[in-house]
């Protein structure tokens, strides 16, 4: 069956780091994988031509498409606008529109770049971990929520509070996609809570115990927050899949990513219930280098790879990218964010043209 895909360059470097992964697509059609490709505006770009972050016709392709790939959104020539027609708008507006609520983040640390980390090599030359986030739920929307006046230890002052919340159900929904994940990795998830003092996260370790006998091929095991930070920085490779609720993940997933040392290496995936999803590098438009052919690609190809895994039922494909990326870091190309002694220094499109060689070869 045609798969359908919206392609999203957005601003700054996402439009050069999208034709780069373009050429990468145009690569798997050329062997057979059946793609319909599509295009449309968001973010800054969408504000200049049709002053909206995220116009209709936007909502409209991503709602009718299997996968939707993001480059990148946002600039200072944006930042002045009123919040509402600020890049990141479209950003947030496309999330919410598809329902995506479980957020994937691979950390992985290439053997050849295990020096870019700020950690001793040893402790992540090979990393190969996944996040996975809930990303619609917990502390950062549960109700009530304010800043109040009320009266403690007798005396009338100004209250700050917050709910966390997790339904039985949201819960359940990212420990499938959890197990599914770890299902095509090394079988293993890690659940984080804080089970010992949040009656919140007694629960999410309950429904992920119960969930786990659905995938009885998968090791489930449990972690509180506390140790799962410091053990990300002591031994980041006893972890294979790690779950986490909003608040947590949002923390434990920016660490991680920090293990690998190189922003410009790391893709993301945002999924639905049905395993469509949204899939974009971790970094931002980089308005410093845009339009000068520094940037570095393989974030934006990776993510292409995580697409094709996640959303596209091509494991195939996915593999074939991933396999031709360490080929080219093994012959010593690097664009000048990862660029070091010794090292052949390339720019975007020739980094993005020697990924499509090492594909074909
Ligand atoms: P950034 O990630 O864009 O850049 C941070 C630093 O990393 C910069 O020095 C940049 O040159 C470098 N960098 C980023 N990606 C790179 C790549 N592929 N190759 C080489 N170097 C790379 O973060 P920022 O500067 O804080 O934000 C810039 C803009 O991007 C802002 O408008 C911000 O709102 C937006 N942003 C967008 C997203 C998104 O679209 N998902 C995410 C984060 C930030």
Partial sequence: MVKKILLIGGDGIGPEIMAEA????????????ALEIDEALLGGCAVDAENNPFPEATKTKALAADAVLLGAVGG???????????PEKGLLGIRKALNLFANLRPAAVYPQLAEASTLKSEIVAGLDILIVRELTGDIYFGEPRGIDMRTVNGKQQRVGFNTM??????IRRIAKVAFEAARKRNKRVCSVDKMNVLETTQLWRDVFTEEAKHYPDVELSHMLVDNAAMQLIRNPKQFDVIAT???FGDILSDEASMLTGSIGMLPSASLDENGKGMYEPCHGSAPDIAGRDLANPLAMILSTAMMLRYSLQSEAAAQCIEKAVVKVLD????????????????GTKEMGNAVVQAMRG
Avoid at 22 to 33: C, F, Q, S, T
């Fill in 22 to 33: 373009v050429k990468v697509l145009a690569v798997l059609r050329g062997d057979g994988l």
């Fill in 76 to 86: 200072p020539k944006w930042d002045v606008l009123p919040r509402e027609k600020r």
């Fill in 165 to 170: 919340i997790y339904s039985e159900e949201e």
């Fill in 245 to 247: 609720g909003n608040i």
């Fill in 331 to 346: 012959s010593g190309l690097r664009t000048a964010d990862i660029w070091e002694e010794g090292m052949t220094k390339v």
